[in-house]
């Protein structure tokens, strides 16, 4: 179709770019509609832009320099990866990571659903939105005051926890002082924080799947159990799958409750991958190594949420 | 005609319009960039109103084309401090004039952030010949390097053993004379344990840091984490204020650590005994941190004693403890009774352009009514670098009645030296307090932990050249 110029006002005539995006034609509407529509999503374009890709692209760069913001960086190539392939302290990170990640998601999920199903089957309406309420408050604290809060709570010997299990006989647990159940101690203080957000998703999941479909499971007899894990379960899988992924990559990046709580002590038995980096960049004014570390986890990251994609495959229903 | 924009062009698009918008910018950030009128001068100084409100205020009614902007910067310890401000210096948000301890005191200076501020001083002998008369050599020192000065000390802390005489009653304990020894401590924490009303108090707790933690104890044990010298210069400052002062002799252009030694006897005797009062129940576990949970614990009469400098005496009465029922005594003697201190003060950032007001905003401070109004410091909450501040009046109000240790330990003890603090020296401390933890924590042996630090200082040593 051949674009034809209908009418125009005087002073688009005289500019050919305004002209053309202006035509009063099918091709000049489209181009119109199109424009507008790249107008409302180019705050988001160059938000990412500047904050995401930017800093990405700038992170990579770094990565292949030394900078230690005093000096002007200077280019060392690849010499920042090879330190990091012999570097066991960032190995050790990133066990504690991955040891932390599979902690607090497993609790996550396996708590968030449990209440999720509770709260949703309760026939008290006021109660159960009590409790959504309740149990969405701590998702609101900072991660900084939930830290020092538990921290005072889980400290050795003049803590709270402590002293309630000593009436029960047990003797006082080094929660932050032992490397046999810091990392389980951190685990802990970030899914009692993290397990209203994850609660919620599930409650949405299962607020929005469809009635018909359960009410015939029960008139084939599904019940209990198998009602769950037959009918209720395959329905739910891609609110699990989007809660899984969001949650195993918010816990790769873990930082507040180890930082605060232990500085990744003792030892480096708590110290995360993202404290690492965190460390390399701002306490030992090694930025480049720290866009190295920075970059690894970006690869992990990547390489953790396609599995979970590919293997999403064989267990997520969406029909 | 129809025309379909693809990603990619969708991409070039939108770095067109991030450019372009860039480049709308560009003008208004000239206009903020754009140097102050001559008679017009903003700082941007690392504090906040709270703290330095009044001083502005003060200041600014002496210099009125000299405007004061607060940039808080909050952190557990020094080192986490002086990270931050690191940061804000990567983001080209760098301060005028900041406030660093000796944390990071020769990492400002020997990477060239701080301005060396040694010819102004003598530029304005007269007008700061008080200030220097007034506070010890010990820690005009600790603030120079490589032979310049770069900060005005402000006020320091001395480690000392602060007693709850709450539970030193309930041991029959007095506190005890200046000359007592680290066996006498380890009775005193003896008898200091169990104590209270559940009997559950320790006898002496500490935190896991560079100041304050386990490095009073290898002081004592007459040796340090790196080994000591006195880099040369300094000649000028020494000569034009300190020229009749005999704790002056024999000083130099500040402190150098040339090489690290954390395992040697000495000092894996001081962990080992450290690490024993922990086994033995003496002291709770150790935390890595700033010591804010000791000071509860203090306050509740749970603990007997701690390490802390002057800062800690109006903290506590703040934090609700009674005027009085509290003390302080030197370190023990071991086979030294060498004290350890951090000291601090404004540095000016080398090549601002505001240097000259950033010195009038400097020297202002110095003054003793105007540190006065800083409401901290007028409540005893840290040690003035003043002599003439340290008096029975003064720390009157946290009711602490052998107060004169604290400047005693620079004006009696002249073997008093600063906290092992290099350019390096926040990851010589992430090093130090990592590796300490294992130790504690009885992750390692004391002699293992000091092997795997020395090893590790070694490298960061070899790293920086």
């Known amino acids: ?319 | 005609m129809t025309h379909k924009l693809s990603r990619r062009d969708l991409l070039k698009m939108a770095a067109t319009s991030a450019a372009a918008a860039t480049a709308g910018l560009m003008p208004t950030i000239r206009i903020f960039a754009a140097p102050p009128r001559q008679d017009s001068v903003t700082l941007r100084f690392q504090e906040n109103a709270d703290s330095y409100g009044a001083v502005v205020e003060a200041f600014k009614a002496k210099f009125p084309n000299i405007n004061i902007e607060f940039v808080e910067v909050s952190g557990v310890d020094h080192a986490e401090v002086a990270s931050k401000i690191l940061a804000q210096l990567a983001a080209g948000q760098p301060v005028d004039i900041g406030y660093a301890a000796t944390e990071a005191t020769q990492l400002y200076a020997g990477e060239g952030l701080a301005l060396p501020l040694t010819q102004r001083a003598l530029d304005d002998k007269d007008e700061l010949a008080e200030y220097f008369a007034d506070v010890s050599p010990t820690l005009v020192e600790g603030m120079m390097y490589e032979g310049d000065l770069y900060q005005l000390p402000r006020d320091f802390n001395a480690a000392h053993i602060y007693f709850n005489k709450t539970l030193l009653a309930e041991a029959g304990l007095e506190v005890p004379s200046e000359e007592w020894t680290k066996d006498d401590f380890t009775e005193y924490a003896r008898a200091l344990t169990g104590l209270g009303e559940n009997k559950d108090s320790f006898g002496f707790g500490w935190t896991n840091r560079l100041w304050g933690s386990w490095t009073p104890w290898f002081f004592v044990n007459d040796t340090n984490l790196l080994t000591e010298e006195r880099a040369p210069g300094g000649e000028a400052i020494w000569s034009t204020f300190y020229a009749d002062e005999p704790l002056a002799e024999g000083r130099g252009g500040g402190w150098r650590w040339p090489t690290p030694q954390a395992n040697n006897p000495s000092m894996v005797e001081a962990l080992e005994y450290v690490v024993s009062l922990t086994t033995e129940g003496l002291t709770p576990a150790v935390e890595i941190g700033g010591g804010s949970t000791l000071d509860g614990f203090f306050v509740s009469n749970k603990l007997g004693m701690t390490i802390a400098g002057g800062f800690w005496g109006g903290a506590l009465v703040n934090a609700g403890m009674e005027k009085g029922s509290f003390d302080v005594q030197f370190w023990p003697r071991w086979k030294s009774q060498r004290h350890q201190f951090g000291t601090g003060g404004a540095w000016i950032l080398n090549g601002s352009g505001s240097e000259d007001a950033a010195w009038e905003f400097v020297k202002f401070n110095t003054a003793t009514d105007v540190m006065l109004m800083i409401p901290w410091m007028a409540s005893a909450s840290t040690t003035p670098v003043r002599r003439s501040m340290n008096t029975a009046e003064y720390w009157g109000q946290t009711g602490i009645e052998n107060w004169n240790v604290f400047y005693d330990a620079l004006d009696k003890r002249s073997d008093t030296g600063p906290i092992p603090a290099p350019v390096f020296s926040i990851e010589m401390t992430n090093i130090y307090t990592r590796f300490t933890s294992l130790a504690t924590s009885g992750e390692l042996a004391p002699k293992d932990a000091l092997d795997g630090m020395q090893a590790e200082l070694e490298a960061l040593y070899a790293r920086n050249g």
């Open chain 1, 1 to 319: 179709m051949s674009s034809k110029v209908i009418s125009q006002p005087g002073v688009y005539r005289r500019n050919p770019v305004a002209r053309w995006l202006a035509a009063d034609t099918m091709a000049g509407i489209k181009r119109q509609r199109m424009l507008l529509g790249y107008l409302f999503i180019a705050p988001t374009i160059i938000g990412l832009l500047v904050f995401v890709i930017g800093p990405m692209l700038g992170s990579f760069g770094l990565s292949f320099y030394k900078w230690n913001i005093f000096r002007p960086p200077e280019f060392i190539g690849l010499d920042n990866f090879e330190r990091l392939a012999g570097d066991t302290r960032v190995f050790v990170s990133f066990r504690n990571t991955f040891i932390l990640v599979v902690m607090t998601v497993v609790m996550l999920e396996s708590l968030a659903l449990a209440l999720a199903l509770a709260v949703y089957r309760m026939a008290n309406k006021a109660f159960a939105t009590f409790l959504r309420t309740a149990y969405f408050l701590p998702v609101l604290l900072s991660g900084a005051s939930v830290a020092v809060t538990l921290g005072y709570l889980f400290n050795k010997d003049f803590g709270v926890i402590n002293y309630y299990l000593g009436f029960l006989g047990i003797d006082n647990i080094p929660w932050l002082t032992s490397s046999d159940v810091v990392l389980f101690t951190i685990a802990l203080t970030t899914v009692w924080r993290n397990l209203g957000f994850t609660f919620i998703i599930y409650l949405g999941g299962l607020s929005s799947m469809p009635g018909e479909v359960l009410e015939a499971a029960e008139v084939d007899g599904a019940t209990g159990w198998r009602k769950f894990y037959r009918v209720i379960l395959p329905l739910l899988s891609p609110t699990i799958l989007f809660a899984v992924v969001t949650d195993v990559i918010k816990m790769l990046q873990f930082f507040d409750e180890p930082f605060i709580m232990t500085r990744g002590g003792p030892g480096d038995s708590s110290r995360t991958v993202v404290m690492m980096m965190y460390e390399s960049g701002f306490g030992n004014l090694d930025f480049g190594y720290g866009s190295a570390i920075a970059l690894l986890l970006f690869a992990v990251i990547m390489i953790v949420t396609g599995i979970q994609f590919y293997l999403s495959r064989r267990w997520v229903f969406y029909g």
